[in-house]
């Protein structure tokens, strides 16, 4: 009896400690799941980390247009352009004036896609770019390495109607492929920036940034933190009483769409007259497409006081950054009110 409660009791010690090893295993297990779950909802990327892909189409939003009802016609191309509609782009006819090049080999429709790229709306096409197409933009010749898609920004314009900005990539170096109306008259005269960022590589983001598109070209201010009370004057130097400020807003990269979200954005800006001193806050939308906001209580031409008041902070950097900004005519209405 003795000997049979000692093989009982080492029976009942030996599943205790399997037991015991089973708890551990799975809290491990657990913690395991944790951490990874953790890792892959931190908003925080590094520049080598990979891009993460959504395929779901563009949101719906009100803004009184439907996309796919409407063509977005290139209007730099020299050699005729392209047209996006209802999932397909079509090269328009044209010669092509490469050396090597056999214009009826490059085709002349392919189908895309839209998908975000750490949220940035990008245009997926089935092939990359047609060699031919490239050669006769930007001179790569026949040995343009291009790519298959492109960073699509879309909006609708009350004067202009629909306008879009698509830059791709070829040959390790990013590039307009198609440009916004507005681009032929966005000249403007930034000053009096209170700060701007210098990377220590002396790479820097001035003001005067404010008047390009291409990609990676934003200001960005310089100062501690999130950059309020930051500001700059935009010059009223062609005599108009402009209605709008028309805005890109943060920092917009092709190659490194995760900055948008990883570097901070205006939320609300201070628009002051220069000379007649009337000021307002108005709101920014947290979005890369482009938008406008109302500046009619500006009544008398005269340079402009941008100051920020507040931000979207970034998820990695305390900088704040504007992609673009001009005075305008026009109403601007994003595609996307936000970004995911």
Not at 85 to 108: F, H, V
Request: with cysteine; charged share 25%.
């Amino acid at each position: 009896m003795n000997k049979f409660f000692k093989v009982y009791s080492l029976m009942m010690l030996l599943a205790f400690l399997i037991s015991c090893n089973n708890v551990k295993t799975e809290k491990i297990k657990e913690d395991e799941v944790a951490v990874n779950i953790d890792q892959s909802a931190s908003p925080v990327k590094s520049a080598s980390a990979k891009e993460t892909e959504t395929k779901e189409p563009m949101p719906v939003v009100d803004m009184g247009f439907s996309f796919e009802k409407y063509y977005i016609t290139s209007l730099s191309c020299t050699f005729g352009g392209m047209d996006i509609k209802d999932g397909k782009i079509a090269y328009t006819a044209g010669t092509t004036t490469a050396p090597d090049s056999d214009s009826e080999k490059m085709p002349t429709e392919v189908t895309y896609e839209f998908t975000h790229i750490d949220g940035m709306p990008f245009i997926k096409m089935e092939k990359p770019f047609p060699k031919e197409f490239l050669s006769d933009y930007v001179n790569y010749g026949t040995d343009a390495k291009p790519d298959n898609k492109m960073l699509f920004l879309v909006c609708k314009t009350k004067e202009l109607g629909i306008q879009a900005l698509g830059i791709t990539r070829a040959n390790d170096s990013d590039f307009m492929i198609i440009e916004p109306r507005w681009m032929e008259m966005s000249s403007r005269i930034y000053k009096d920036e209170t700060s701007h960022f210098i990377e220590k590589n002396g790479v820097e983001y001035p003001v005067k940034n404010l008047c390009k598109m291409d990609s990676e070209t934003p200001w960005a201010e310089g100062a501690t933190g999130h950059g309020i009370g930051e500001s700059f004057v935009l010059e009223n130097t062609w005599g108009t009483v402009y209605k709008t400020l028309l805005i890109m807003n943060g920092y917009i990269s092709y190659e490194r769409p995760y900055l948008y979200k990883e570097n901070g954005r205006i939320k609300k800006i201070k628009v002051a007259g220069v000379k007649s001193g009337k000021e307002k806050i108005l709101d920014v939308l947290d979005t890369p497409h482009p938008q406008s906001v109302d500046i009619g209580f500006i009544t008398e031409p005269e340079d402009l006081r941008i100051t920020i008041e507040d931000v979207y902070p970034g998820t990695k950097y305390e900088d704040t950054c504007i992609h673009f900004m001009i005075t305008s005519m026009d109403e601007v209405v994003p595609y996307e009110l936000s970004i995911k």
